[in-house]
């Protein structure tokens, strides 16, 4: 079993529609949640990380951490074509410790 | 300000050969992971390392190497090339206390 397991899509919604994408983990010892986004052929770029549990919004994305279900999700409001791209999902034990990924998620938003 | 930057682009090698990917991390970053990521994967954990030394290790056999320099740069070595070892291969950099890092635009290593 993988330590986080992500769906990989892909996922295509309508403009503006909102999108919710997940992610469960097996180990309890995780405290740093994160979303990274990846454009074809680039880079990884941090989109949001949250400390421990609840519900962090920048914009139109927020993120959410249950860990007494071992549950991450991001949602993204009023999507924009712009938003397509591989949603990763990665988990850490400490700020210094290595980074987990998820498989990604593909997400398209059709205008 | 430059960001992290990574060379080659791309490299396309031999199996049985060797590889030296190249990163320079973000301005002020003195903390430099390495990542792989196979098509359709996230990106999985190689190694870090921090003040010329390596600290953490991801579940790679010892082919993969690495090194960091004085000035924070630093390279992947790849030894005996397989035919699995192609993929994208990512740098990550950070300043040590801080949690934030930021990746390079990756070099994609082709095993023939």
């Known amino acids: 079993q993988k330590e986080v397991e992500q769906d990989p899509g892909p996922l295509s919604v309508p403009e503006g529609a909102i999108v919710s994408l997940n992610c469960t983990y097996s180990?309890?010892?995780?405290?740093?949640f994160m979303w990274y986004r990846q454009y074809s052929r680039k880079g990884p770029e941090l989109l949001m990380y949250?400390?421990?549990?609840g519900n962090k919004e920048d914009g139109r994305f927020t993120a959410q951490v249950d860990k007494s279900s071992k549950y991450i999700s991001l949602f993204i409001r009023d999507s924009q074509p712009s938003d397509s791209a591989t949603y990763l999902c990665?988990?850490?034990?400490?700020?210094?410790?290595?980074?987990?990924f998820g498989s990604g998620t593909r997400l398209s938003i059709r205008p | 300000d430059a960001g992290v930057t990574q060379s080659p682009t791309h490299l396309i090698k031999t199996r049985g050969q060797q590889v030296t990917l190249r990163c320079s991390p973000k301005?002020?970053?003195?903390?430099v992971s390495w990542y792989q990521q196979a098509l359709g994967q996230g990106p999985q954990f190689i190694f870090q390392?921090?003040?010329?030394?390596?600290?953490q290790r991801g579940n790679f056999p010892d082919r993969f190497s690495g090194h960091q320099f004085p000035n924070y740069s630093s390279e992947l070595n790849v030894n005996a090339l397989l035919l699995g070892d192609s993929a994208l291969y990512l740098c990550?950099?950070?300043?040590?206390?801080?949690?934030?890092?930021?990746f390079g635009p990756g070099t994609r290593l082709t095993v023939t």
């Open positions: 180990n309890s010892a995780f405290q740093y």
């Open positions: 990665a988990m850490s034990v400490s700020s210094a410790s290595k980074i987990i």
């Open positions: 301005s002020g970053h003195d903390t």
């Open positions: 390392y921090y003040e010329e030394e390596e600290r």
């Open positions: 949250t400390y421990s549990s």
């Open positions: 990550a950099s950070r300043t040590s206390g801080l949690y934030e890092q930021y």
